[in-house]
């Protein structure tokens, strides 16, 4: 929920009005999404449907399964194992460990580890909130060429013909294919935001803008100028596959530099 190197700027935006209350989302940090991005929806390996938005594993509790300082590095590692929520939805099988290391910068590597006898498919996300100082004014560069659903044009693929592209209304693009990193100028906190990436073929950009961020209950009316969410993911058309006793790692790095003069 928080990270703010020496000398700089916090750079996780986090909602005033956040819930921190069980089974709710935290509106801010960086939400764990597993093992299904937005509503879960059928595929190859299951037909099920049922769930909660983005899956369960960011409004379950997390184990710390290691912490330790080195250097000026705090390394972090959470764990969750299946509960009887999970197999109630299908997921029986299944360990995840989210590996942070905080420093000057940050990384965070998402493992997932198929512990059955059966194949799973599933979509995960570091859902990233990051601060700005006022979204009308950021530029973001890294998707050019890059074909994205639009879920505010019903999910129509499209491909990203501008760059930087600057937001100028209610933006929520899962861009797929893609490893490439992503840079977010902020000329407001004078500040640019790098996300640099392994093993993740989408990354999602959203911010809700004001019309949606209205209807929110966890936002307060003007926070939606002050994040943007680039999300390290493998979902849609990455949906990952996960044979038995397999595992993948995703990971984020996340940089921060002052703006040239
Ligand atoms: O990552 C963007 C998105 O899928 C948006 O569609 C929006 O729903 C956002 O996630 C937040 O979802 P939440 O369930 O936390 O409100």
């Not at 044979?243 to 790095?253: F, I, S, V």
Request: net charge negative.
């Amino acid at each position: 929920m928080h990270w703010q190197p020496i000398g700089a700027e916090s750079v996780l935006f986090l909602s005033p009005r956040s819930d921190f209350a069980p089974g709710k989302p935290i509106r801010g940090g960086i939400p764990v999404i597993f093992p299904w991005f937005g509503p879960r929806t059928a595929n190859a390996l299951s037909a099920r449907t049922d769930g909660p938005a983005h899956g369960f594993a960011r409004t379950e509790d997390w184990t710390v399964a290691f912490a330790a300082l080195a250097g000026d590095d705090l390394h972090l590692t959470l764990t969750l194992a299946p509960n009887e929520a999970s197999r109630a939805l299908g997921f029986g099988d299944f360990q995840l460990a989210l590996e942070f290391i905080l420093g000057g910068e940050l990384r965070l590597r998402l493992s997932v580890a198929n512990t059955g006898t059966t194949p799973f498919a599933f979509e995960e996300a570091l859902h990233t909130y990051l601060r700005v100082g006022d979204a009308t004014q950021i530029s973001i560069s890294g998707f050019l060429n890059t074909e994205y659903l639009d879920k505010t044009d019903h999910l129509a693929r499209k491909l990203q013909t501008e760059d930087p592209i600057r937001l100028t209304s209610e933006t929520d693009r899962p861009y797929l294919n893609t490893a490439a990193t992503i840079s977010l100028t902020d000329p407001a906190l004078h500040r640019s935001l790098t996300v640099a990436k392994a093993n993740s073929q989408t990354t999602v950009l959203w911010n809700p803008w004001s019309t949606k961020s209205a209807t929110m209950p966890d936002m307060t009316p003007e926070a939606w100028l002050h994040m943007c969410c680039i999300e390290t993911a493998n979902a849609a058309d990455n949906r990952i596959t996960l044979a038995p006793q397999q595992a993948h790692t995703m990971e984020a790095h996340i940089i921060i530099a002052p703006l040239d003069s």
